[in-house]
């Protein structure tokens, strides 16, 4: 039995660093700081609180261009957004790939191992809410993009006015969970919160807030100017080139010309003789286009 307990108690001693392990690295802190704009548009800042198992370069941030919002209605819709002024206290390559906005934070030439901050802002542009009856924050506080368990979120949501908080919302775990393991207070027009608990890989923290119709004013992105254009402008120039075939380009109408060939043997003016009974001077007149075509005679025009 003592053999068998020693097995069992240095097989689970073995296994702890291996847990401990699993992950490259995990982010032990993340704190988000969001000024939400009257235009739709949020100033963001994300310290990230990271800590390597291994030697790495860094970490990915992939933020998301392409956002799918089911809406408190049932209804389905989808964003584009923009984003601008990055900002990276570290050494980052940025770049766009797969529908997101890629940073990648590091020195290719250095390696770390522990503790590491990293810093990024930017500004995030949603555009307009294409709600007609009310206006809808809605925003992952932290995505499902990341690879890795994140503890200890924080975050500070600041409004541009004043809003009910009875409509606040919040919802964490995995695509279509319902789950809230938040705490937090609002003061005016802040909102700051915790997350109670751990996000593992693929999972995310998001706030949603019905707001009053006319909230936002002013919102919008390039998407929605080239939205306009794409159909807007090849209506207009369709109508200009409508209206100028109209009146330079239309043809007369073309009258067809009715031909009658006689039957084989006969000229015209045998036909003529045949169908009335007699041949005046304007059958006869017809019969100089079939001498011509024999080439009895020559036409010439003078």
């Not at 995030?124 to 932290?142: A, L, V």
């Not at 993009?145 to 949501?157: A, K, L, P, R, Y």
């Not at 969970?177 to 693929?202: A, E, F, R």
């Not at 010309?257 to 006969?266: D, K, R």
């Given at each position: 039995?003592?053999?068998?307990?020693?097995?069992?108690?240095?097989?689970?001693?073995l296994?702890i660093?291996?847990?401990?392990?699993?992950?490259?690295?995990?982010?032990?802190?993340?704190?988000?700081?969001?000024?939400?704009?009257?235009?739709?548009?949020m100033?963001?800042?994300?310290?990230?609180?990271?800590?390597?198992?291994v030697?790495?370069?860094?970490?990915?941030?992939?933020i998301?261009?392409?956002n799918?919002?089911?809406?408190?209605?049932?209804?389905?819709?989808?964003?584009?957004?923009?984003?601008?002024?990055?900002?990276?206290?570290?050494?980052?390559?940025?770049?766009?790939?797969?529908g997101?906005?890629?940073?990648?934070?590091?020195d290719?030439?250095?390696?770390?191992?522990?503790?590491?901050?990293?810093?990024?802002?930017?500004?995030?542009?949603?555009?307009?809410?294409?709600?007609?009856?009310?206006?809808?924050?809605y925003f992952?506080?932290?995505g499902?993009?990341?690879?890795?368990?994140?503890?200890?979120?924080?975050?500070?949501?600041?409004?541009?006015?004043?809003f009910?908080?009875?409509?606040?919302g919040?919802?964490?775990?995995?695509?279509?969970?319902?789950?809230?393991?938040?705490?937090y207070?609002?003061?005016?027009?802040?909102?700051?919160?915790?997350?109670?608990?751990?996000?593992?890989?693929?999972?995310?923290?998001?706030?949603?807030?019905?707001?009053?119709?006319?909230?936002f004013?002013?919102?919008?992105?390039?998407?929605?100017?080239?939205?306009?254009?794409?159909i807007i402008?090849?209506l207009?120039?369709?109508?200009?080139?409508?209206?100028?075939?109209?009146?330079?380009?239309?043809?007369?109408?073309?009258?067809?010309?009715?031909?009658?060939?006689?039957?084989e043997?006969?000229?015209?003016?045998?036909?003529?003789?045949?169908?009335?009974g007699?041949?005046?001077?304007?059958?006869?007149?017809s019969l100089?286009?079939?001498?011509?075509?024999?080439?009895?005679?020559?036409?010439?025009?003078?």
């Amino acid at each position: 039995m003592k053999k068998i307990l020693f097995t069992i108690f240095t097989f689970i001693f073995l296994l702890i660093p291996i847990n401990s392990y699993a992950e490259e690295y995990v982010i032990s802190g993340y704190k988000m700081d969001i000024v939400v704009n009257e235009n739709n548009t949020m100033d963001i800042t994300e310290e990230i609180d990271a800590y390597f198992h291994v030697y790495k370069h860094g970490i990915y941030r992939n933020i998301p261009l392409k956002n799918k919002i089911e809406r408190l209605d049932g209804s389905v819709y989808s964003n584009r957004a923009i984003i601008s002024d990055i900002y990276v206290s570290e050494p980052a390559d940025i770049s766009t790939s797969n529908g997101n906005k890629v940073i990648k934070i590091g020195d290719p030439n250095y390696t770390l191992i522990g503790e590491k901050k990293y810093i990024i802002s930017y500004n995030y542009n949603i555009g307009k809410d294409p709600s007609k009856d009310y206006d809808e924050f809605y925003f992952n506080i932290i995505g499902p993009e990341w690879d890795t368990s994140i503890s200890n979120v924080t975050f500070t949501i600041t409004m541009p006015k004043a809003f009910d908080q009875n409509k606040l919302g919040f919802s964490s775990g995995v695509v279509g969970s319902t789950t809230n393991n938040v705490d937090y207070v609002v003061d005016g027009l802040k909102i700051t919160g915790t997350y109670n608990g751990i996000l593992m890989p693929g999972e995310a923290l998001t706030i949603r807030l019905e707001l009053p119709e006319g909230y936002f004013v002013g919102a919008g992105t390039p998407f929605d100017n080239a939205r306009f254009f794409m159909i807007i402008v090849p209506l207009i120039c369709l109508f200009i080139t409508f209206a100028i075939w109209m009146k330079y380009g239309k043809d007369n109408e073309v009258i067809e010309v009715v031909e009658f060939y006689p039957p084989e043997g006969f000229n015209s003016l045998d036909i003529a003789y045949l169908y009335k009974g007699e041949a005046d001077s304007e059958d006869v007149t017809s019969l100089l286009v079939y001498l011509a075509n024999c080439g009895y005679i020559k036409i010439v025009e003078t």
